[in-house]
């Protein structure tokens, strides 16, 4: 059921499982059809229709429509008739079809008309039917389109119509010949026999085309197979008569390959019921014709999508489905279509006997296979097989079932591999997809849908009928592949769908319809070939793995992982497991067992002897091949899929195998988890009976991220108890497509087991209580109790304790494992144990003495005659006496006598199994039929006598003297290590016999194992108890030493040397991971309390005079010099992040409807520009670019990962990478590199400044000179320009860096960002840039620490940073430029100037007021532009000096800010104080004289506005003008403080919020003594240069002047309170739905279309097409150059249609995932689940996060170039 999403919004689906999904090609909505859905789900608009009477419409309303339509109608086809020029009109014309051109101009031309049509099925019901009456009017259609009247155009394209039929290979029977109809089917239908390969047309077009696809065939190959053509078939096939205009609409509409606009228009139409019908009767009775088009069509892949999403309307209706069904033979075309539609493609199989096979399967290369084609056909035919009606139908019409099984049989042994022996193969087919995909759509999801129906005791009958045809196809296969009893050598082909069809019926029969088995099994001889073929699948299996088929290239291991793939195994691994479950339950165990070990090539390897020889098998792949049987073994008789259990045990057991191997998110558990027997228990996917069972066995781990970057998905882990209880591992081996998560289960199981104490060491896989098997197949335990089977597990016990070779822990444990399993099954009473003696003495020459496994294990063997080498050490010794009674024979000479082979029924020899499989398989055949004797061939059974004839084997007779029980007792002294170390435990408990069932012996390794399998042997039989205790009384003898043989020494050797190779790696990597301990301190972001990143860099001991820097390059230590100058690897990128600092706490939302608009007005950037630009107004240019920073967007940020290199180094290594052509995703030509250290990206070395440590712990010491001399030093050393410690006169390799290092500085942000000054490449805009760089990194690092100090010490952003190297080469260039002494902002500062306004020309713009500048700016200008390195107590005499212009800025600010009352009131108090003793540090005298001072000039005459009115409401008190007051300051010491930790060291201190300002002002030097905070004031702080009133007094002066002449503008100039909010990106919305709606339709403002790909940036908020052309500029597309303007190179973008989000930084883009998840925690990339989507607060944080840490480059790694194509 599908709905658009307005009915779905409109209508009640709270708590519902639903998907969304953009339908590609239109559709038709369900809403208000009752048919489909309940009426309680219809939307408000459709339920008040269903209610209401809808009114008629008047009759003359619709008249001028019933009159036009027709004509319009028949207009339509005749431009379509027109159009289409068939190929081959004429004989042997041009033969190539109409190009695609001319029919998409024709379209293009009729786009109009059928638009028409479409709008006209939007107006509605009565519309609807009128357009229903016209189209299906025979009258109209015959009136106006037959071409007999008089009008010659109508003629013509009557002509044209025949023509196209004709040429589409359809037969028009004349009117006139109606009686003759019949024979003018047939005669069409013998003349399409006779067409070439099975081409179903006459048509001489579609004859050549086939002979084209022939021709690359090679004619022999090509075998066509004749259909029981009858005249009914012929007919679907050929014969198209139109009687009404929507039937040759339709004809067209597939003529034309299903044009989009037509497809819609006929699919709107739906609504109509009686159209409804028609059309579907329509599309029936064009069934035929549409495969044929489709067949040849170029573009099957959309046509295939068109036809779909028709034929889903229509078929998902039951109702309508089986009307056709009855009135159309709708089930019979569809196979017959499908049946022709194979033919085309079919080959002779190669399977068996090549030379005389007669049976043909499809062609997996030929482009009906490969690229799906029959898609379309095979989905409608599962739709309408899902309704019951339909599929009863088809399971009771015995023609139909037999036309399918022939279907089905086309696809029986496909894609047949052969084994390459020789060399590898040339060219790796890759037709297996093609084949897996037929087998899966078109035989294996008909056959569930049958299966669904045949589910109770009434349709028994189905099944039998399903069953019958089966086995007489499968017989017919047999039959034409030659098949007798021995499968052909070095051949498997992984399909066949007759044997799964079998099967499944038979497991559903059992199941569900209480069906006897025996009654529907065939005879032995069936049983027997049919377990053949997919027995040879499980042992190639095998063979693959073990690498014997690797000349075969990847191909092979691919169709291996696709058979037991999760899409794949129910329908392909699990059915022919069970089959062989069905046939071993039937058949001789024997004769079941040694067939097992003939196909996996083992047999050899079963011999007692230590050496032996494997004819058909080489040493290396033995024991992959040994594993491989026994592992099969165990599945085969441990799996209860279909032998009983129920389906939430199947569910669950499914759930917890892929579970144990990794932990798994909900979808991908979805999809792994097979749909098909039970569809997730009875309900879709998502239904509540998975999600109980899920929550049941497994536990949810929300979704993290990890430090490295990469994002976690909402997991699901096994429950403990589910490990303890549950853990499965023969279900985990069976559904592993890789066999390293077989190893991942296992390493989970350890893990958990160690966690929980359970057991320590190194587990093995625990045994897992069976499901009981259901009565039918009681008969395949009788494996566990057959003598072969035991003879193999001793042999094997045996070989495994005398350290033989080729056998590994999995075999030991496989066999263990088959113990237990015996032992669980057996049902040997204690009464019968004295008998078995008895028995034993009549039977002594067998190798034991019955088939139950308990007494066989007591039971001694003394000596065994083997086959071996002569070379076998084995050979020397003599015979014993009592050989010939106990010893056992196994060399079968065929001379021998039948009745001591039937004797030796057992023997653990190759050629004693395979004599008595022969033999069996023989009695069978002469039982069952006399001919079939003389078909056995003689030189297959020779094959296996003739190794016997091999001169250099010889018999040796070996003493054994063991039993089973005393082999696991060794067994478990050779695992310990120890001699005796079995003691029985009911020695200490006889409890321990009566519950067997302990949890000690439920996890642990090989000898719990055998500990638990020694106590279940003694629980179930007194003898063994007593036989176990004999053998533990006596001394066990020591195991025989093993021979080294020189192979092994060599081995040996190679594990010594290895294990010495490992111990070297170790040391290595140890050196290393200390060598890297600093990198990663400083790289992860783990926050450490160090100081700041270079005082790590320097040597922390106070004698050495030069820091010391290690080069990661040459790894050599030592300092930096001018000559050979060490660098900081640093990234510079361009930074937009303080610009989006918002001056309000709300953050900002996403818009997600037209009301929503975003402004940038409010942001940091925007404000600070208006700021520049009115004062570049009226002031002097030069002293604006003094007066401000810029860099708020684009600002360079400078980071470094904390290694150094000697700048050289760095050159060479550069070169290197730049010869190095596998580059990943960085550029070497813009200077990118990764530090050759820790990986980090960066793109420039930052010079270290030769300083000593020295120098800098001087520097600290306090001189105690007077604030005056120190502001004249200050004076003296700015005059003193251009004399550096190094001198720029000589060029040194120093300066020459620096100078690099700072163009790359420039060039890293965009030169709109660089110029601010009204005359370009002014030396003032450069000036203004450098101590600009230094504000922005400042700013930065305040923000990374939550835009305050209070944390203090160093963090993160400390780490990264490195302002100490950067200053150094800021302050160089910065004292290049010479400052005017005039206007040195210095002297203005500290200097009571004379009036100098008279002397000012009135022509020049002014200087910019002290007020009016930025005092952190003017800090920095001080500051670079003394000479470095700087002495601290010049640094706080600087800071002292721009506090007191600070504070003086705040009290201007204040006043304005506060009511005229208030300030009359302000100004009077403070004047009565103003003679106190501490005026001058007392805020409200300086308030008062501010006040006084302002109020001589304009300031204030302004009328008050209304937003100051609406402030100044708010009381002001003496506490909250302090708080004011210090609020203003605080920006400037958190910048202040921040330079001075990193310019002279020392700790940041940390304070609680409250206490800042005055911890931060004690740090800088700026209170003489500490105060207590309650008294304290900010004022207390100020150190006035001279008297203060005459400074405020200067300084007020300038603004009253230009109040004068500007009033408008004062006030709007002064510095403002700066109150920014920390960057953050735009708030998203709970629900993804509302983004997705909102955005998915919007249009672009730029090109005002709706983008294909739309994207926001979550940054501001606008609007963008990614990838659109529509908004090119420049080459550059809208994403890339949206990123350059809104962050400097650096976007955020959400794209709409796939919820992720992609980075682009510079030149480079990545994928940096979704913040929103579904319920279970997991993205949906792209959409395509549709799954409800949620925001995940936490992934959206660390997005921020990496924003404004401006860390992409680090954390994410898939980075790569977008060519400016985003």
Not at 290 to 318: A, C, G
Not at 912 to 937: C, D, H, M, T, W
Not at 977 to 999: A, R
Not at 1591 to 1602: D, P, R
Request: aromatic share 8%; hydrophobic share 35%.
């Amino acid at each position: 059921m599908s709905l658009c999403a307005e009915c779905f919004h409109q209508g009640e689906h709270a708590g519902h499982d639903y998907n969304m999904f953009r339908s590609q090609a239109g559709g038709a909505c369900d809403c208000g059809d009752g048919n489909v859905m309940r009426e309680a789900g219809f939307c408000k608009r459709h339920r008040m229709k269903s209610s209401s009477n809808v009114p008629c419409v008047p009759k003359d309303l619709l008249m001028m429509s019933e009159l036009v339509l027709p004509q319009f109608i028949f207009s339509l086809i005749q431009y379509l008739r027109e159009g289409y020029n068939e190929p081959g009109m004429f004989e042997f014309a041009s033969l190539d079809l109409p190009s695609e051109k001319d029919l998409h101009r024709i379209l293009q031309m009729l786009e109009p008309h059928v638009s028409f049509l479409e709008d006209l099925t939007k107006m509605g019901g009565a519309m609807r039917s009128v357009l229903t009456q016209v189209l299906t009017n025979q009258q109209f259609y015959k009136d106006l389109s037959s071409g007999v009247g008089e009008n010659a155009c109508a003629k013509k394209s009557h002509e044209k119509y025949l023509i196209a039929l004709k040429g589409s290979g359809l037969a028009f029977p004349e009117d006139k010949l109606a009686c003759g109809m019949q024979e003018q089917a047939s005669g069409t239908s013998t003349l399409a026999i006779q067409g070439l390969a099975g081409a179903t047309t006459s048509g001489q077009g579609e004859s050549s085309d086939e002979e084209d696809q022939d021709g690359s065939q090679g004619v022999g190959k090509r075998k066509r197979v004749k259909l029981s053509s009858s005249t009914k078939d012929q007919s679907i096939m050929d014969v198209l008569k139109h009687k009404c205009f929507l039937e040759e609409l339709l004809f067209w509409t597939i003529k034309y390959e299903f044009p989009q606009k037509m497809v819609t228009f006929l699919l709107n139409m739906l609504p109509d019921q009686d159209y409804k019908i028609a059309f579907t009767k329509t599309f029936v009775q064009h069934y035929a014709f549409i495969m044929k088009t489709l067949k040849k069509s170029h573009e099957s892949d959309t046509m295939s999508n068109r036809i779909v999403h028709i034929s889903v309307q229509l078929f998902s209706n039951e109702e309508l489905a089986r009307q056709v069904t009855e009135e159309c033979q709708l089930l019979d075309i569809m196979v017959t279509v499908l049946l022709y539609m194979m033919e085309s493609c079919l080959i002779k199989s190669e399977l068996q006997d090549e030379e005389n096979s007669l049976h043909v399967v499809v062609n997996c290369g030929e482009a009906l296979l490969k690229n799906n084609t029959y898609w379309p056909l095979v989905s409608d035919f599962i739709n309408i097989l899902s309704h019951q009606s339909v599929a009863k139908k088809f399971l009771e019409d015995h023609s139909l079932l037999v036309t399918w099984m022939n279907f089905v049989s086309f696809f029986q042994g496909m894609n047949l591999n052969k084994r390459e022996l020789n060399e590898h193969v040339e060219f790796e087919s890759q037709t297996y997809y093609a084949a897996f995909a037929a087998e899966l759509e078109a035989c294996a999801q008909p056959m569930w849908g049958l299966l669904s129906h045949c589910k109770v005791r009434e349709t028994q009958e189905y099944t039998r009928n399903v069953v019958r045809y089966c086995l007489e196809a499968l017989q017919d296969w047999f039959d034409a592949i030659n098949f007798v009893d021995e499968p052909a050598p070095n051949q498997v082909t992984f399909h066949l769908p007759l044997h799964r069809y079998y099967a499944m019926f038979l497991s559903k029969a059992v199941k569900c319809q209480e069906l006897d088995l025996d009654s529907i099994l065939p005879d032995q001889e069936m049983l027997m070939k049919l377990m053949i073929h997919p027995l040879q699948i499980q042992a190639s299996l095998s063979e693959i793995h073990s690498n014997m088929w690797v000349r075969n290239g990847l191909q092979i291991k691919g169709q291996a992982m696709t058979y037991v793939q999760s899409h794949f195994c129910n329908s392909m691994i699990d059915p022919d497991i069970y089959l062989l479950q069905v046939c071993a339950s039937r058949l001789d165990p024997d004769y079941f067992i040694s067939s097992v070990f003939e196909r996996f090539k083992v047999v050899d390897l079963l011999t007692m002897a230590s050496q032996h020889q494997n004819t058909v098998l080489d040493s290396e792949h033995e024991r992959s091949m040994l594993e491989g049987a026994l592992t099969f073994l165990v599945i085969l008789l441990s799996l209860r899929l279909h032998l009983g259990m129920t389906d939430d045990e199947i569910l669950r057991a499914e759930m917890v195998a892929q579970l144990c191997m990794n932990d798994r998110t909900h979808s991908s558990l979805l999809d792994l988890i097979p749909e098909n027997p039970n569809p997730k228990s009875g309900i879709v996917p998502g239904s509540l009976s998975f999600e109980s069972m899920l929550s049941a066995v497994a536990d949810f781990k929300a979704p993290v991220f990890e430090p490295g970057g990469s994002m976690q998905q909402g997991m699901y882990t096994p429950k403990a108890d589910i490990w303890d209880k549950e853990f499965d591992p023969v279900m985990v081996i069976l559904r592993t497509v890789y066999r390293r998560d077989v190893q991942s289960a296992m390493d989970r199981y350890t893990a958990f087991l160690k966690q929980s104490g359970k057991f320590p060491g190194n587990p093995w896989p625990p045994y897992k209580k069976r499901t009981l098997l259901h009565p039918s197949y009681k008969g395949l335990m009788k494996l566990l109790h057959c003598k072969t089977l035991h003879i193999v597990l001793f042999t094997l016990l045996y070989k495994i304790l005398m350290d033989h070779q080729n056998l590994s822990e999995h075999v030991l444990c496989m066999v263990l494992y088959l113990i237990e399993l015996g032992l669980e099954d057996s049902q040997e009473q204690e009464s019968d144990e004295e008998d078995s003696v008895g028995e034993h003495e009549r039977c002594h020459d067998s190798w034991f003495p019955s088939s139950n496994l308990v007494s066989n294990m007591r039971h001694f063997i003394n000596y065994v005659r083997v086959r071996v080498p002569e070379t076998a050490p084995e050979v020397k010794r003599e015979p014993p006496a009592s050989t010939s009674s106990d010893g056992l024979a196994s060399s079968q000479s065929p001379r021998r006598s039948k009745s001591l082979q039937r004797e030796n029924s057992g023997t653990a020899q190759v050629f004693s199994l395979v004599a008595e499989r022969r033999k069996k398989f023989q009695e069978i055949i002469n039982r069952n039929s006399s001919e079939a004797s003389q078909v056995v061939r003689p030189k297959t059974s020779m094959k296996w006598s003739a190794p016997g004839a091999t001169p250099q084997l010889t018999t040796a007779i070996l003493e054994i003297k063991e039993s089973i029980l005393s082999l696991l007792i060794k067994l478990h002294h050779k695992l310990s290590g120890k001699q005796n170390s079995y003691y029985p435990p009911w020695f200490d408990d006889m409890e321990v016999l009566i519950q067997p069932e302990i949890p000690k012996y439920s996890h642990g390794d090989g000898m719990t194992a055998v500990e638990r399998i020694l106590l279940k042997a003694a629980v179930q039989s007194r003898l063994n108890k007593r036989i176990i205790e004999e053998i533990c009384r006596k001394v066990t003898p020591p195991v025989p030493p093993k021979k080294i043989s020189p192979a092994e020494k060599k081995t040996l050797d190679k594990e010594e040397r290895r294990q010495k190779a490992r111990e070297r790696q170790q040391k290595l990597l140890a050196e290393f991971a200390s060598r890297q301990k600093s990198f990663m301190e400083t790289a992860m972001d783990v926050e450490l309390p160090d100081a700041d990143i270079a005082m790590e860099i320097a040597t922390s001991e106070q004698h050495v005079s030069e820091a010391v820097y290690d080069c990661v390059i040459c790894g050599q230590s030592g300092p930096s010099t001018e000559d050979r100058p060490t660098g900081l690897v640093v990234l510079l990128q361009a930074s937009s992040v303080l610009g989006q600092c918002r001056n309000s706490t709300e953050p900002k939302k996403l818009p997600t409807s037209e009301e929503e608009q975003i402004y940038p007005s409010d942001t940091c950037a925007a404000v600070h520009d208006v700021r520049l630009t009115t004062l570049q107004r009226y002031f002097k240019d030069s002293s604006c670019l003094q007066a401000v920073s810029i860099g708020w967007e684009g600002g360079v940020y400078v980071q470094t990962c904390g290694h150094t290199l000697h700048i050289d180094c760095h050159k060479s290594y550069m070169e290197s990478l730049r010869n190095d052509q596998v580059l990943q995703g960085f550029s070497v030509d813009k200077g990118e590199f990764t530090c050759p250290l820790c990986r980090q990206f960066a793109n420039s070395v930052l010079p270290c400044y030769p300083g000593n440590n020295v120098e800098r712990s001087l520097l600290q010491c306090h001189s105690n000179k007077s604030m005056q001399d120190l502001i004249k030093e200050v004076e003296e050393l700015q005059e003193q320009l251009g004399t550096f410690p190094v001198s720029i006169s000589s060029e040194t390799n120093l300066s020459k860096e620096m100078e690099s290092v700072m163009k790359d500085i420039k060039s890293t942000t965009q030169k709109k960002y660089t110029d601010y000054s009204k005359t370009p490449g002014s030396p003032d805009n450069d000036f203004l840039f450098m101590y600009s760089v230094a504000r922005t990194n400042l700013e930065l690092e305040l923000v990374h620490r939550g835009g305050n100090l209070c944390l203090g010490g160093a963090n993160t952003a400390g780490k990264r940073s490195c302002l100490n190297q950067l200053f150094h080469v800021l302050a160089m260039h910065m004292r290049l430029y010479s400052i005017d002494s005039a206007y040195n902002p210095w002297r203005k500062l500290t200097q009571l100037m004379q009036d100098r306004n008279s002397q000012m020309s009135s022509e020049e713009l002014p200087e910019v007021p002290v007020l009016y500048r930025d005092v952190s700016s003017l800090l920095l200008i001080q500051i670079l532009t003394m000479p470095q390195p700087l002495c601290k107590e010049h640094f706080t005499c600087i800071v002292k000096v721009l506090f007191t212009l600070l504070y003086t800025q705040a009290l201007v600010a204040f006043s304005v800010k506060c009511s005229a009352e208030d300030r009359v009131a302000w100004k009077n108090s403070g004047a009565l104080k103003k003679n106190t003793s501490n005026g001058e540090k007392s805020w409200e005298v300086l308030l008062s004289h501010v006040i006084s001072e302002l109020s001589k000039g304009k300031m204030f005459e302004e009328g008050e506005t209304e937003e100051l009115a609406m402030v100044s409401s708010s009381v002001w008190t003496p506490d909250s003008i302090e708080g004011y007051l210090q609020q203003f300051c605080l920006p400037f010491l958190r910048i202040t403080c921040l330079l001075q930790h990193h310019l002279f060291g020392g700790e940041l201190p940390s304070c609680q919020e409250d206490e800042e300002f005055t911890v931060l002002a004690n740090c800088l030097g700026l209170l003489s003594s500490f105060q207590s905070p309650h008294q304290f004031t900010s004022a207390s702080c100020l150190d006035w240069p001279v008297p203060a009133f005459n400074m405020i007094s200067q300084w007020c002066l300038e603004l009253a002047s230009f109040a004068d002449r500007h009033a408008e503008q004062v006030k709007v100039l002064l510095v403002q309170e700066p109150k920014w909010d920390l960057p953050c990106l735009l708030q998203l919305p709970e629900n993804y739905n509302t983004i997705f709606q909102y955005y998915h339709r919007k249009t672009c403002t730029v090109c005002t279309k709706v983008p294909k790909d739309p994207a926001v940036c979550l940054v501001c908020g606008t609007f963008v097409c990614l990838k659109g052309l529509c908004c090119k500029q420049q080459s550059y597309c809208e994403c890339v150059l949206h990123s350059q303007n809104c962050g400097a190179g650096t976007g955020i973008f959400l794209l709409i249609n796939a919820s992720v989000i992609i980075i682009i930084r510079g030149h480079r883009f990545c994928l940096w995932g979704s913040v929103y998840l579904d319920a279970h925690g997991e993205e949906d990339r792209d959409l395509r689940r549709g799954k409800p989507l949620y925001i995940c607060k936490e992934r959206y944080k660390v997005l921020e996060q990496q924003w404004v840490s401006h860390t992409f480059d680090h954390i994410n790694k898939r980075w790569g170039p977008h060519y400016n194509g985003l």
